[in-house]
Structure formats: structure tokens, C-alpha cells
């Protein structure tokens, strides 16, 4: 299911000529969780990809986020009986993924 969503949000965001978006979330908060591996910081991200400053690149971040949060609940709606289950899958999950600082 997650690599569903992920490549979901990919495509979403290439769609939207969001894909500057996509690779600093990829870089910050994917790689660092899959590959068991150490964030970059906000500050390499920005010099990485030329963006101009912390502030840009974490807003960045917050839009993909919320994306993947968005079709993640549109996923879990398809699997759960009741909206209830649905927050409730999706708290546990988020939590999941914030103990490994990907949310």
C-alpha cells in the first residue's frame, strides 16, 4: 500500500510542476526513513537545490506531506467500515512515521 500511495504522490506532484516539491520530500523524509539513514538538513536540501532559504524548503516538505496524508486517508476509507477507523488507522500510522521523523 505505501508504495502505492508514494508513487500516487509522485505523480501528483509531477502533475502540478510540483516536482522540485517531490525530490526534497524524497531527500528529507523518505530516503532518511527507508534507507535507515540520516536526514539531510534543511540546509543542504536548500543548497542542493538551489532553493533560497530553510523557510521554502520546509513549506515544500509540509505540501507533500499533506498530500501523502490526503490519499492516505482516501486509501484507508477503502479498507475501514466506519470514518472513525479511518482517523483512528491514520493517527497510528502518522505516529509510526514521526518516531522515525518522517512526518
Sequence with gaps: M??????????KCHK??????????????????MENTRAPSLTE????????????????????NRRFRAALKRHLRRSVSR????????QELMQILSKKGAV
Design 2 to 11: 505505501l508504495d502505492k500511495l508514494l508513487v500516487e504522490v509522485q505523480a
Design 16 to 33: 502540478d510542476d510540483k516536482i522540485l516539491h517531490w525530490k526534497v520530500f524524497n531527500d528529507r523524509v523518505l530516503k532518511p526513513v
Design 45 to 64: 536540501i536548500c543548497y542542493k537545490y538551489g532553493i533560497e532559504n530553510e523557510k521554502k524548503a520546509s513549506n515544500m516538505i509540509v505540501t507533500v
Design 83 to 90: 470514518d472513525v477507523e479511518v482517523d483512528e488507522e491514520l
